[in-house]
């Protein structure tokens, strides 16, 4: 469809501005008017006298430059459908209500809510009987859910609803803004029957909505979750005796189901952003599980068209902007792998080795003597230039462990440089380039030097500092080195013992950086250990309550509760 100055366009009135952003990684509140939609706009039918009156678009200037790149898209068109919640809890709110938009999800967490009656199944006749006395709902979808917020009924003109999404409740009643992040939307009725549905969307498993003032008159008809997620059916799963086994995976599944979306996302709530590090396994777990190649496709079309920051490194999201984690940048390759173990070929190779090769130039030229990658940690945080390897230690969510020791030389973003050189050789071995004996050669001494530097004759430790090992020698860093081979047989089983032999006192892993340890502990034959562990780990979430996997293994204040990257396990157990 092309359009000219021949279309007609209207500003909708009805989005009040301005508004507060609902966090940094989404758009923006959403205050909205139905009393100031134009007319026709219920139905999405507009007649000719209505269009009249709008003005014509204006054409934009050289358009071909500025979306001459789009192709068609690669990922699955989204399916929408309706889901009702399964109960309900009635309150009386007698609040006020917040008067900007951008307070409205603190004020309904803090407010007073006035309990009446606990929890009981879902039924709108038992709703509605109940109003206008009880003015506040909390709806239980069942499981945590990813969609827009929906709500149909019949009101007076100026009726103001509140409606929040949360993923948890605290202390009874819906903890709706977490880590700074707000969950609300504003609906105004007009007179008469009405449907609303949010513009902007969610995760979670529980819906909150308030009636501010006067609840006389209000009925209302639907209310609940307008699913969105990409038609996904899976094509392998496991089948075993084990219950509790049978239940993490399906956790995972669902997991991966609701978090499928137009691209892949970190998490449906907070950070609705792509990140290099993690949506390679999650992308690699639709294939594999789902039968799915689009969103590795997708991934790696990304790793090709994302643009190199002035540091001549990647930002760590894409689509977006946002700080440079130098391990994700060296991630991507990968993608690679896990497309040729899949189809049989790299993924248009050529571009991929003249993009890898380009990121490849910040590394080298941070190579220190032993050619080792070396730079000072803090000074580089501080231009936006993070060693991430993992969560523990950074600061950013809770760990009842130590964190990785980043002081110094860093043992892991070698390891992570050296599997990109590995990669890197292959494609270039693959695409006949004379690049390949330079990259095999420097992979060779990376390794070497790692080993030489770090590798005390029983683990790896996680740097060194003036000659000095760290006193750190996390699973992050053992699982890479057995991961990426610089460990094997009795030397890798022997290492990772002493990780798990270690595990209340040394730096365990997140749920992210299983994708690295489970196939660790396989090529170690630790396969029992490994299942142990999932059962240990993921169940702890199964008996909290879990329907989709957390993002840390505390499920605390500062974590999503539904996070893709915590799917090592499904991808583990297909084999």
């Not at 092309?2 to 500003?11: A, F, G, I, Q, T």
């Not at 993608?335 to 003249?354: D, I, M, S, W």
């Not at 003597?369 to 730079?375: C, K, N, R």
Request: hydrophobic letters at 40%; proline letters at 5%; charged letters at 25%.
């Amino acid at each position: 469809v092309v359009s000219d100055e021949n279309w007609k366009c209207l500003d909708l009135p009805m989005w009040r501005q301005p508004v507060s952003q609902r966090g940094w990684a989404l758009g923006y509140c959403e205050d909205y008017d139905a009393r100031r939609e134009p007319a026709g706009w219920a139905h999405k039918r507009f007649t000719d006298r209505d269009t009249a009156r709008w003005p014509s678009a204006v054409a934009v200037r050289d358009a071909e430059r500025i979306w001459g790149g789009y192709t068609s898209r690669m990922t699955p068109m989204l399916e929408r459908h309706n889901t009702a919640p399964v109960a309900m809890r009635a309150w009386r709110a007698p609040g006020a209500g917040a008067e900007e938009m951008g307070d409205v999800s603190l004020y309904c967490d803090e407010e007073v809510l006035e309990p009446l009656g606990e929890w009981q199944d879902f039924d709108l006749e038992a709703l509605n009987a109940h109003l206008p006395r009880a003015n506040a709902w909390t709806f239980d979808l069942g499981e945590e859910l990813v969609g827009h917020y929906m709500i149909g009924l019949e009101a007076p003109a100026g009726t103001v609803i509140e409606i929040s999404g949360a993923e948890l409740l605290r202390d009874g009643r819906p903890w709706i803004f977490r880590k700074g992040t707000r969950y609300s939307v504003r609906y105004t009725t007009r007179a008469g029957a009405q449907r609303f549905a949010s513009f902007s969307w969610s995760g979670f498993r529980y819906l909150h909505v308030v009636i501010r003032g006067d609840a006389r008159g209000v009925r209302l008809a639907q209310v609940g979750c307008l699913e969105k997620r990409a038609p996904l059916t899976l094509k392998q799963s496991l089948h075993s005796d084990d219950e509790e086994l049978q239940r993490i995976f399906a956790l995972c599944a669902h997991t991966l189901a609701v978090g499928a979306q137009e691209h892949l996302i970190d998490c449906p709530t907070r950070e609705q952003a792509q990140y290099f590090g993690d949506a390679v396994f999650v992308a690699q777990n639709l294939w594999r599980g789902f039968g799915e190649p689009a969103y590795l496709q997708w991934y790696l079309e990304c790793f090709l068209h994302a643009p190199l920051n002035e540091h001549g490194q990647l930002n760590c999201i894409y689509p977006g902007v946002h700080t440079t984690l130098l391990d994700y940048t060296l991630i991507p390759l990968i993608g690679q792998r896990f497309y040729h173990e899949n189809r049989g070929v790299y993924y248009k190779p050529a571009e991929t080795l003249a993009r890898a090769l380009r990121l490849k130039e910040w590394y080298d030229r941070h190579l220190n003597a032993a050619g080792l990658v070396d730079f000072d940690y803090e000074t580089y945080a501080q231009r936006g230039l993070r060693n991430f390897i993992d969560h523990p230690g950074i600061g950013w969510h809770n760990f009842p462990h130590p964190g990785i020791d980043r002081d110094g030389t860093s043992c892991p973003l070698n390891m992570f440089f050296y599997g990109f050189l590995q990669i890197l050789a292959e494609i270039a071995t693959d695409l006949g380039r004379p690049e390949r004996a330079a990259l095999r050669e420097q992979a060779e001494r990376l390794g070497e030097a790692i080993r030489t530097t770090f590798y005390d004759g029983t683990v790896y430790h996680d740097a060194v500092r003036g000659g000095v090992l760290s006193a750190g020698t996390s699973w992050q860093t053992n699982a890479l080195a057995v991961y990426w081979d610089l460990l094997r047989g009795e030397a890798a089983t022997r290492a990772l013992r002493a990780m798990l032999e270690g595990y209340d006192r040394l730096c365990r892993c997140s749920p992210y950086f299983y994708f690295y340890l489970l196939p660790a502990m396989d090529k170690a034959g630790l396969h029992e250990e490994a299942v142990a562990l999932i059962k240990r780990e993921w169940g702890a979430m199964l008996a909290a309550g879990a329907t989709t996997t957390w993002e840390s293994f505390l499920g605390d204040e500062k974590d999503s509760l539904c996070h893709p990257w915590s799917t090592a396990p499904f991808l583990y157990l297909l084999g």
